[in-house]
């Protein structure tokens, strides 16, 4: 009786469904693969370059710093997750995944101060992730490239970033007009606001302060009176969302608007203006004796200010820079999300931030530095055409029709590669009909097939796929394909590797 007892259990025991984790990416994260990967690697390696070329040397921090080291991004105990991804360490301390790569870099010099060359002159590329809401075309984790000087208080250490930042965008194929690095000074911001009579000890000094650069910072999508009025009491968009201004008044927003509204088209003129407005501060005319010394180095070394402009409307969001502030620009025009034509826009930027190194030694370490978003750069360069460049070289697959002819095939594909050919060997078991497909679907260009009777006379068919391609665009009828070679042709076994170098080139 017990054994008939023990079998309905059994039996329920194997109906029971074994657990199957659904394959899904998380939210605001995603893969990359093929042609945007190519193109990503392409630029972080045009860029690496660049910056070589300057002297930069390369610097990989970890992914993860102590919450601690990122400023005003520490979690709280209410809030452990508050812009940045953290975890507590057995030990009880908070970590978290690396919010952008200046914060490391500020960690990383003050941990080895000591031995590091100084000035110290890096550059890093690496993933960065942010907790925030994610949204179209906006990712929680995402890919920079940055170039910083550390230990360096002159103009000159600015003026190189900025002179590096546009050679970036050449070497890209980024042609000029169609680029721009727009120059500022926060002292020069500061000097406009002591001039306005904001009181920097003011109850609302330092809210005031960031609604005021912000209106500022929108004047090339708002314009002048979108401007103004976040300058004033504030603005209504189309959804007809209120945000609340900065409540100055007339005076005050006249000679903010005249600031944001001065032309980058000539540097002298830019200054002459600007200065016209923050001289009689000590701020704005450290600020300007700053962008002085930086147009002159740009003048001297041939940048014009088609490439290198100094526009007062440039803010830069984050809190810690202290002198010059920049940002790249794409000028040529695309399609927003409404459908109307609308300049790219930013892709990076940078600036001087003395103080950032100063939290961990106690002593001001002036830095200055610059960031490029890769994935925005790379829509860009979509769009102007220039990701063909990116792309890896031509692929030739050798097919496989006898398993036993592998070992000599093998051989073949490195006989290929040593002469630059990039090739490789059907490693799966299917039929010729399912290989070809293959080819097709790994985007080769060429297939080499060796059956028997081409073996016995020392010849190889080449199969151009991409040729086949475009003349079966051409065909109309079937008796046309069967009278046509079809973009096939046979080869000598000595002459394939010329052929192949000679179709591919």
Same mark, same amino acid.
């Given at each position: 009786?017990?054994?008939?007892?023990?079998?309905?259990?059994?039996?329920?025991?194997?109906?029971?469904?074994?657990?199957?984790?659904?394959?899904?990416?998380?939210?605001?994260?995603?893969?990359?693969?093929?042609?945007?990967?190519?193109?990503?690697?392409?630029?972080?390696?045009?860029?690496?370059?660049?910056?070589?070329?300057?002297?930069?040397?390369?610097?990989?921090?970890?992914?993860?710093?102590?919450?601690?080291?990122?400023?005003?991004?520490?979690?709280?105990?209410?809030?452990?997750?508050?812009?940045?991804?953290?975890?507590?360490?057995?030990?009880?301390?908070?970590?978290?995944?690396?919010?952008?790569?200046?914060?490391?870099?500020?960690?990383?010099?003050?941990?080895?101060?000591?031995?590091?060359?100084?000035?110290?002159?890096?550059?890093?590329?690496?993933?960065?992730?942010?907790?925030?809401?994610?949204?179209?075309?906006?990712?929680?984790?995402?890919?920079?490239?940055?170039?910083?000087?550390?230990?360096?208080?002159?103009?000159?250490?600015?003026?190189?970033?900025?002179?590096?930042?546009?050679?970036?965008?050449?070497?890209?194929?980024?042609?000029?007009?169609?680029?721009?690095?727009?120059?500022?000074?926060?002292?020069?911001?500061?000097?406009?606001?002591?001039?306005?009579?904001?009181?920097?000890?003011?109850?609302?000094?330092?809210?005031?302060?960031?609604?005021?650069?912000?209106?500022?910072?929108?004047?090339?999508?708002?314009?002048?009176?979108?401007?103004?009025?976040?300058?004033?009491?504030?603005?209504?968009?189309?959804?007809?969302?209120?945000? =609340? !201004? $900065?409540?100055?008044?007339?005076?005050?927003?006249?000679? *903010? #608007?005249? +600031?944001?509204?001065?032309?980058?088209? &000539?540097?002298?003129?830019?200054?002459?203006?600007?200065?016209?407005?923050?001289?009689?501060?000590?701020?704005?005319?450290?600020?300007?004796?700053?962008?002085?010394?930086?147009?002159?180095?740009?003048?001297?070394?041939?940048?014009?200010?088609?490439?290198?402009?100094?526009?007062?409307?440039?803010?830069?969001?984050?809190?810690?820079?202290?002198?010059?502030?920049?940002?790249?620009?794409?000028?040529?025009?695309?399609?927003?999300?409404?459908?109307?034509?609308?300049?790219?826009?930013?892709?990076?930027?940078?600036?001087?931030?003395?103080?950032?190194?100063?939290?961990?030694?106690?002593?001001?370490?002036?830095?200055?530095?610059?960031?490029?978003?890769?994935?925005?750069?790379?829509?860009?360069?979509?769009?102007?055409? =220039? !990701? $063909?460049?990116?792309?890896?070289?031509?692929?030739?697959? *050798? #097919?496989? +029709?006898?398993?036993?002819?592998?070992? &000599?095939?093998?051989?073949?594909?490195?006989?290929?590669?040593?002469?630059?050919?990039?090739?490789?060997?059907?490693?799966?078991?299917?039929?010729?009909?399912?290989?070809?497909?293959?080819?097709?679907?790994?985007?080769?260009?060429?297939?080499?097939?060796?059956?028997?009777?081409?073996?016995?006379?020392?010849?190889?068919?080449?199969?151009?796929?991409?040729?086949?391609?475009?003349?079966?665009?051409?065909?109309?009828?079937?008796?046309?394909?069967?009278?046509?070679?079809?973009?096939?042709?046979?080869?000598?076994?000595?002459?394939?590797?010329?052929?192949?170098?000679?179709?591919?080139?």
């Amino acid at each position: 009786m017990t054994e008939m007892s023990d079998q309905p259990s059994k039996r329920k025991a194997k109906k029971q469904k074994k657990f199957k984790p659904k394959a899904r990416t998380p939210r605001g994260l995603r893969d990359m693969a093929g042609d945007e990967l190519h193109l990503q690697n392409h630029m972080l390696d045009t860029i690496s370059r660049v910056y070589e070329a300057y002297g930069f040397e390369a610097l990989d921090t970890s992914a993860f710093e102590y919450a601690d080291a990122l400023g005003k991004f520490l979690p709280d105990d209410d809030r452990p997750n508050e812009g940045v991804f953290a975890l507590e360490d057995d030990d009880g301390q908070w970590m978290s995944l690396r919010y952008d790569l200046t914060a490391p870099l500020a960690r990383h010099v003050a941990e080895h101060f000591d031995r590091l060359p100084k000035p110290l002159r890096r550059y890093q590329f690496g993933p960065v992730w942010r907790n925030e809401k994610p949204g179209p075309g906006r990712y929680r984790q995402f890919m920079q490239i940055d170039a910083d000087t550390v230990g360096a208080g002159n103009q000159a250490a600015d003026a190189e970033i900025c002179m590096m930042a546009a050679d970036c965008m050449e070497a890209l194929g980024i042609e000029r007009g169609d680029y721009v690095v727009r120059i500022n000074n926060r002292k020069i911001m500061d000097g406009l606001l002591e001039a306005i009579g904001l009181d920097p000890q003011g109850e609302e000094f330092e809210s005031r302060r960031l609604t005021i650069l912000r209106a500022m910072d929108k004047y090339d999508r708002l314009g002048l009176d979108g401007v103004t009025a976040l300058l004033g009491d504030g603005r209504k968009d189309e959804s007809g969302d209120f945000t =609340k !201004g $900065a409540s100055l008044d007339a005076g005050q927003i006249d000679k *903010v #608007a005249q +600031m944001v509204s001065i032309g980058a088209d &000539d540097r002298t003129s830019a200054l002459e203006s600007m200065a016209e407005l923050v001289k009689q501060t000590e701020s704005g005319k450290q600020g300007l004796d700053e962008l002085v010394e930086m147009a002159a180095l740009f003048t001297k070394l041939g940048y014009d200010a088609d490439r290198l402009a100094i526009d007062p409307s440039v803010v830069r969001g984050l809190g810690y820079y202290t002198g010059p502030v920049y940002e790249i620009e794409l000028t040529f025009e695309t399609q927003d999300e409404n459908g109307e034509l609308a300049r790219f826009g930013s892709v990076g930027g940078g600036g001087r931030y003395d103080d950032l190194v100063k939290r961990f030694k106690g002593i001001e370490i002036p830095a200055t530095g610059i960031s490029i978003g890769v994935s925005r750069l790379a829509a860009a360069l979509m769009l102007l055409g =220039k !990701g $063909a460049a990116a792309a890896p070289a031509p692929l030739v697959v *050798v #097919a496989v +029709m006898d398993k036993g002819t592998r070992p &000599d095939l093998m051989a073949l594909v490195s006989e290929l590669r040593a002469a630059g050919i990039r090739a490789e060997m059907y490693m799966g078991d299917s039929a010729m009909k399912a290989q070809l497909r293959y080819a097709d679907a790994r985007g080769a260009r060429l297939v080499v097939i060796e059956g028997e009777d081409e073996r016995a006379k020392g010849e190889v068919t080449l199969k151009d796929l991409q040729l086949g391609a475009e003349k079966s665009a051409e065909i109309e009828d079937n008796a046309e394909w069967r009278a046509s070679e079809h973009a096939q042709k046979q080869v000598t076994r000595a002459d394939l590797v010329a052929e192949i170098q000679k179709i591919i080139s």
